[in-house]
Structures are given as C-alpha cells and as structure tokens.
C-alpha cells in the first residue's frame, strides 16, 4: 500500500503493508533509528513522536494511518550544530543516563511546553506520565524540562553540540568539524 | 617514539607523526603491521586496594497512608550519601536520584505474578508497575566527604546507594505510618489492598 | 509485535463507512483513534481482515452546548475533551474522565466514541456516561438509532452497536454538580475503581443523584440503590454520605486481577463513590 507522510519537513514515500507501524516505518524503512521501541504496549513512550504537531506513541499508529499527515522525530526536533533547547537542558541538566526514554522524553517534552510555555514542577510530572524511565527517578529530567522552558521563554541563543563538548585535550590541529576524528583514516585505508 | 602535542611520533623527526586515533584505527584494521605482529592495540594494568571501600549515608522517607484505601503518598525524601571525594557531583546526584527511584520501586510498584499453572501474570509494563513521574517524590540530596584511604583519589562507589538506602527507608516509613493499628511487618511490595487489609484486620475498621 | 495482516481503508462519511461495513461484514472494524484496538491486534486478540479508518470523517469532533443539551461527536479526543471549558463547567465528570484518562500521548489519540464503543469495563467513559443518562446516535443501513447509555453498554467488551453501524454522537443534559473520581491502576492507568456521580441539589441536599462505577464489575454499571440512599443527604455531610454509599458494588461479581481482590475493589468502589459525591455537591 502507498504511503506517503511528511517526516520532518521532508517527504517520504513508501509501499508498505498496512499493519506496519509507524515506528518500524521510521526506524526501518525510513531509517530514522532516534525513535526507539521500549514496551511495545503503548507503556513507556520511548516511541513519542509528533504527529501533526502532537505527541502520540508511534508503537500504537499504523504508518498508513499517518499517511498525508507530517511526522517529527527527535531528528527533527533539533541538530548537532543547532540543538533543540530541550535537547541541551537534558544534556546540560543530566536529564538522562542510559538514554533510551531520551529521545521520547525530549520529544513529550516539547509537547508539554506548547500547551504550558511555563509549568510547575507537578505540571512537569504530570505532562510526562506517558514516558518511563529507569535510571534518573525523574529529577534532573523534571529540572531539565524546567530548564529549557526558562530558555524558550527567554529566547536563550542556542548552541552546537562543539559549544557543549569541548575537545579534551585539545588537539594542535583539532580534528574537522561535524566529522568523527576516525574519518580521514577510514578513507585512507578503503581507498 | 614520543608523544608530542597530543601525537605519537618518531622521536628526533618532526615530520613523521600521527594521532592516537590514527595509530589506533591502523594497528585495529592490522594492513601495515610488520609480520608476527598480531592487530589491535590494548594494555592491562591491574590495581589492587588493600581494602575494600565503604561508602555510606542515611535515607529518611515521609509518606502518608490513606487509611480509607491504603494507597501512599510521598511527602518529603531526604538523602545523605558519603562516597568519598565526588569526582562529577552531578553524576553522582544522578546515581543516588536513579536509585532511589528503584529501591521504593521495588518496596511500593513491583512484582513478578505467576498463576497457579505458572503462568506468568505481570508479563508487560500493563500490568507490571515501575513508577512514573507522578509516582516519586522530589529528593533532596545531601553528602558528606570522607575521603577514603584505600585508594589515591579518595574515592567510594555510589552506584547502589540509593538502592540500598531507599527500599528500607519506604517501607520502614509506611510501617511507622501504620504503627496506631498494630501493625508491624508486610512483605513488598507495599501495595494498597495490603496495607488496607492489615488495618482492617487489626482494628475492624480504619479510622 | 506485528498484528495479523489487514487491509486498510479510509472512509470519507457517516455514509461510506457504514456502506464500506456492509461490503465487508464480520471481518471488518471501525478504526478511530486505534488506542483500543491496536493494542489487541498486536497481542492477536483481535485480527480484522479490514480496518475502515473514520478519522478523516468531517464534523464529528466537536463539542456542542446548545441550552442545556451537550452534544460531543464520535470522534471528539480525549485532549480535547480535556481542554475543554465548556465541558468542565456543563459536566465535570466528563472533563475529569477526560484529565485522567491514560496519559498524554494517549489523549491526543483516543477518542471518546472509540473508547465507548469498544466497552472496556476498566475504561473511565462508560461509567461517567451512564451516569449522564447519555443518548448514544448511531447510524446503520436502516438510519438512526438513539439508545441510552444503560442499553448502549451491556457486557465486557460487548455494547449494543450493531456490526454495520458507526456510533456518530454522544449527548446528554447539562450536569454541573457531576464528578468523576478514579483510583488508577499504577501500571496500566486503567481505572482499578472509577465512580461517576451527578447530582441536584435542593439548597445543600442531595435531591437527586446517578451513581456508575467503572472497573469493578463485568461491564460499568449504576449503583441504584446508593441513588435512593443519597437522596435528602447533605453534600458536606461526610459521616452521611459514606453511609448512603455503602454497598455500592452489591449485586455485582467483583473482579479480581494481579492489584486488586474482588473484595477490596468492592470496598473501593464505596470510598471512591462517597468522594465522588461530596466533590459533585461541592461544585
């Protein structure tokens, strides 16, 4: 079946049966893998996505049901060289450890913030009852979601993921940017 | 060979050079390496302390049992952990958090159900509970140094601490909570209908 | 979890869908919001051959206040419900179902037709619905029928809408003094007890109430004898409303699951109902 969906701003066209799911749609076919899989029973929220600019669990939504409509993963969310605010809050704030509910978490999070540009923490908790997580008890990504919504509000300039990760130690001839420093070596050896 | 400006080189010649990264990734991919060479490049060295390490802290919990239902609240958590000389005081808060979050976990949500024929009854996150935002308490944290002398950076874990503090701190806490009706001991997970039917069974009826 | 193959369909109207039902009979399911449904196709509860999607079917997501009637289409989300300040001063326990309903994600989803058709006894809806005496539309081949909520739901998963019809609309009379009170489930966020109460008062005494419960029995059902009970009671008056909300699972089999006995759900079902009525007669 034609498949046709909006995926961060960009189309995305694929023939697919019916009973994939949005997830798999966009980890496996489209190859987005930032959207992860957790419980598979529209539990954890590992797989939130915006669809139409709302949260929904991408494990419970059939890709064919979001054809024509517009898909925003976390890689839409924001870049390396322009992070998204909440995305440098949980980073900045350690909103995260093993990392899995991150991605989903941000993205739930951006949601919270267009509803509540200013919510307390209770309203923080509160908007994040469909996303699990088992490493942080909730603390520092409840003080990151309030550290970015201090940042949106204040129209913070945001930051590449260099600003935030200064090359330790740094090198005389740093390595290029945007590139992992294995690159040139890679292609010297394939080559 | 020396390590000059964050590189490996020949020693007496400017010229020649290459990163670690470099080095690494040719004697990993082993193309060029002298015959007899075996690829990859690793090194071992052990440490042995002549003692173990013992970190340490103390955990107080507040809840409130509703003695209509027996569901429990979270009205205060405090936590003073000792791990020694903090390297990243933000990770190590971020340990303590997390494990907090497991140990009441454990004392409050979670269980493994099986049926009488073995079949396993609590097999999704639908019906097995693992707390969500709503379900924990703020923590406040707290930590004294004592720096231990085992090693040279004075340092103790901290990875288990809230996990070893927390589940007793909760339950002794809703144990105290339930103290007026007799009641002194309930296997966890402290879920509602038993801390419901311990009261009852004690008093007749909640107060 | 890969449900069973399906083929997929949009339907464009009321109309089409109900024609598209009539083309695919049995094996056919209506998919609205899908946070029912799909979940049980993945577990192969369920395996339709063919899913009509009705989502795309204009003008049957609004909420409508004309007077005192209040008219919610099918495919009104549970969000919207949720945000809604007509609903929360025309029928508070709608709007505090719609609050405590699943979590974010799944607000933005579910819809109310779809969670009330698929009969859940552990859903939040029916419960609150039977208590606003509801009007269930639904349209089929032979056109329109109204049913009331105590003949729309009958048993687990099991409501009276007919295998070729669509329910199009929900409607019932403004009820201002209502509340919904809901012991959640701590996994799921089902209701483990879920108590709907509308009320009127004759200055602060209760002169009429409708009492459901959701999640205790096979289906939500209304606690008729706790009605009469609270009649003449005062709102405020906690010692007496406890008392006229004993025994509101009497008559009923109560479930038991891995969280809750039968019996501690049936005692739960009169704490949550006696709260429920004292935040209804506080509002």
């Keep these: 079946m034609q498949i046709d969906l909006t995926v961060n701003g960009k189309r995305a066209s694929l023939d697919a049966e019916p009973r994939l799911l949005l997830v798999h749609a966009l980890r496996d076919v489209i190859g987005l893998t930032g959207t992860h899989v957790g419980c598979d029973t529209s539990s954890c929220g590992a797989c939130t996505v915006l669809l139409d600019g709302v949260s929904v669990k991408s494990c419970t939504v059939f890709a064919v049901q979001a054809s024509g409509h517009e898909v925003t993963t976390i890689e839409g969310i924001g870049t390396a060289d322009e992070l998204h605010p909440m995305q440098e809050a949980f980073w900045s704030s350690h909103g995260l450890q093993c990392g899995y509910c991150t991605t989903g978490m941000i993205v739930s999070a951006v949601d919270l913030l267009k509803r509540n540009p200013d919510p307390s923490d209770e309203q923080i908790r509160a908007g994040l009852e469909g996303n699990l997580c088992r490493c942080t008890g909730y603390e520092n990504i409840v003080k990151s979601v309030r550290v970015a919504a201090k940042a949106m509000r ?8 260099r600003d935030l990760m200064p090359i330790h130690p740094p090198a005389e001839e740093p390595p290029p940017s945007g590139e992992g420093i294995i690159i040139p070596a890679l292609e010297k050896a394939l080559t | 060979m020396e390590y000059r400006n964050g590189k490996i080189g020949v020693k007496g010649d400017p010229s020649k050079s290459m990163t670690t990264a470099e080095a690494g990734f040719m004697a990993f991919m082993g193309d060029n390496l002298p015959p007899g060479l075996e690829p990859g490049m690793d090194a071992t060295r052990r440490f042995e302390p002549p003692n173990f390490v013992f970190p340490f802290g103390t955990h107080v919990c507040v809840v409130e049992v509703d003695a209509k239902t027996g569901q429990v609240e979270f009205v205060k958590y405090l936590a003073v952990d000792d791990c020694g000389r903090l390297l990243n005081p933000m990770i190590v808060e971020g340990q303590v958090h997390g494990g907090i979050a497991q140990g009441l976990s454990q004392a409050m949500f979670e269980e493994v159900v099986y049926d009488g024929d073995g079949q396993l009854l609590t097999g999704t996150l639908m019906d097995y509970a693992i707390p969500h935002a709503e379900q924990v308490p703020h923590y406040d944290l707290d930590h004294t140094v004592t720096a231990t002398t085992v090693n040279p950076l004075g340092i103790k874990g901290v990875g288990e601490a809230g996990t070893i503090g927390s589940t007793p701190a909760v339950a002794n806490a809703v144990m105290d909570a339930l103290a007026p009706f007799g009641v002194v001991h309930i296997d966890m997970p402290l879920k509602p209908e038993k801390l419901w039917t311990a009261m009852h069974a004690k008093n007749g009826r909640a107060r | 979890m890969i449900p069973a193959a399906f083929d997929y369909v949009r339907a464009s109207s009321v109309d089409d869908a109900i024609r598209l039902l009539g083309e695919h009979g049995d094996d056919a399911k209506l998919l609205a919001g899908g946070h029912s449904l799909i979940p049980m196709m993945k577990l192969r509860l369920a395996a339709p051959a063919m899913l009509i999607d009705i989502t795309g079917i204009p003008q049957l997501d609004a ?25 929360k001063k025309t029928a508070p326990a709608l709007w505090d179902a719609a609050n405590q309903l699943g979590d974010p994600q799944v607000r933005n989803r579910g819809t109310i037709g779809g969670a009330s058709a698929h009969g859940d006894p552990s859903a939040d809806y029916p419960a609150v619905l039977l208590a606003l005496d509801a009007t269930f539309t639904v349209v089929g081949k032979g056109g329109e029928r109204k ?3 105590g003949d729309f739901f009958r048993e687990m998963f099991d409501t009276a809408l007919g295998a070729g019809e669509v329910l199009t609309a929900i409607a019932f009379d403004a009820a201002p003094k209502s509340a919904y009170v809901k012991y959640h489930h701590p996994a799921s966020h089902y209701a483990v007890v879920g108590a709907a109460a509308v009320l009127t008062l004759n200055g602060g005494s209760i002169a009429t109430a409708r009492v459901a419960i959701a999640g205790v029995g096979d289906s939500a059902f209304r606690a008729g004898g706790v009605e009469s009970a609270l009649a003449g009671v005062r709102g405020s008056d906690e010692a007496a409303v406890a008392a006229a909300c004993a025994g509101t699972a009497s008559g009923q089999d109560a479930r038991s699951d891995t969280f809750a006995s039968g019996a501690y759900r049936a005692a739960m079902a009169d704490v949550f109902t006696a709260r429920a009525v004292a935040q209804a007669a506080s509002r």
């Excluded at chain 1, 204040?154 to 993921?161: G, R």
């Excluded at chain 3, 005192?68 to 609903?87: E, M, P």
Aim: charged share 20%; glycine share 6%.
């Design chain 1, 154 to 161: 204040e129209h913070a300039p945001l930051h590449s993921v």
């Design chain 3, 63 to 87: 909420i409508r206040v004309d007077g005192n009637r209040v008219t919610i289409g099918a495919l009104t989300k549970h969000a919207a419900l949720a945000a809604s300040d007509a609903l």
């Design chain 3, 147 to 149: 049913l009331r909520a």
